[in-house]
């Protein structure tokens, strides 16, 4: 449960708190899309229009994970999954009621256009990629369920340690489901990610990735740190190459919010180092460069380019 001394630090920070663990934090693309400008990489690469889409929590600053690189303060946990207590139905009306709130105040703002504000009262996606790891919500399946009912597509995206969960959401399928592959090895991994407990090992993540085979459409997201996890390619490339899934990832990440404190500006690879070390996968594994977004330092891999990449705005 949220304190109210955390809730309020929390706010101040741009979350609205949605019941008892959940947030969602008007994300930066959302505003320069209203206004014709920037668009985030998931429109770029998927055709999620950045100005409807809810960023969002169910597991607000819980996670299983301490990763360096988590943009959350790593120092609130989890315990045993009793404090997610609310119901899905509740969670995406609030989410959706505080999206909303927050918009509201662009009515007036002149650099807006008019039809995306409008669009944005009705929101077509919800990415549960905020903080925290969703899988730690017991009825994750029911919310993904609840979200599609309201007529909106779902990202999900876990670090794929709780592999139970991953398996009872084949029968309730995200519109996208995203794994991390935090690291190249087992040792980096234990060393980079820190779990809280034995229970969330790396043999759980490398069978979550062999479950991206029973779902529709997945992706692999490899959040990259020089000194910390951004060598070896050829290890990543073998984790990869036998695994079932149709979109890779590579990104940067970034020292904003907590993660300032874990790692230094400098460690965050350019655009071009990413490229570079996508190349070197896909050079090993024969895949290609589909996209990319320098101004976010991300890159999408595949093995062959779809037109069906582009999600149309109608659910599953
Ligand atoms: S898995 Fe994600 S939310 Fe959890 S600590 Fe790592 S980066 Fe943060």
Redesign the pocket.
């Known amino acids: 449960m949220i304190t109210d001394e955390r809730k309020k630090f929390l706010e101040k920070q741009g979350y609205r708190i949605v019941g008892n663990h959940s947030a969602i934090k008007t994300c930066h693309y959302c505003s320069t899309a209203m206004k014709g400008n920037d668009v985030c990489y998931k429109n770029t690469f998927y055709n999620i229009a950045s100005w409807r889409c809810i960023q969002a929590t169910v597991t607000l600053d819980l996670?299983n994970?301490?990763?360096r690189?988590?943009w959350?303060d790593?120092n609130y946990g989890t315990t045993n999954g009793t404090m997610f207590t609310d119901k899905p139905q509740d969670i995406v009306e609030g989410l959706i009621s505080e999206h909303k709130n927050v918009l509201m105040g662009f009515y007036g703002n002149k650099n807006i256009i008019k039809e995306r504000l409008q669009e944005t009262m009705e929101p077509k996606h919800i990415a549960l990629s905020l903080?925290?790891?969703a899988c730690l919500y017991s009825k994750l399946p029911e919310l993904v369920d609840e979200i599609h009912r309201n007529n909106m597509t779902s990202f999900v995206v876990t670090?794929g340690t709780i592999t139970p969960m991953v398996k009872k959401l084949i029968n309730h399928q995200p519109t996208q489901l995203y794994i991390?592959l935090?690291a190249p090895n087992k040792e980096t991994y234990l060393k980079m990610?820190n779990p809280i407990s034995s229970n969330y090992g790396w043999e759980n993540i490398l069978e979550s990735l062999y479950l991206l085979k029973s779902f529709k459409r997945t992706a692999i997201r490899l959040?990259l740190v020089k000194n910390m996890n951004m060598f070896n390619p050829e290890e990543y490339a073998l984790h990869l190459a036998d695994k079932e899934f149709n979109f890779l990832e590579l990104k940067s990440a970034m020292p904003i919010g907590d993660a300032k404190y874990r790692m230094e500006y400098s460690e965050m690879p350019t655009h071009e180092e990413i490229k570079k070390f996508a190349e070197k996968i896909c050079s090993i594994n024969q895949w290609k460069i589909i996209d990319e977004k320098p101004e976010s330092k991300v890159v999408l891999v595949m093995k062959e380019d779809r037109e069906d990449r582009f999600l149309k705005f109608d659910i599953n």
């Open positions: 996670c994970l301490r990763c690189w988590c959350r790593i903080t925290g790891d670090n991390t935090p990610c959040t």
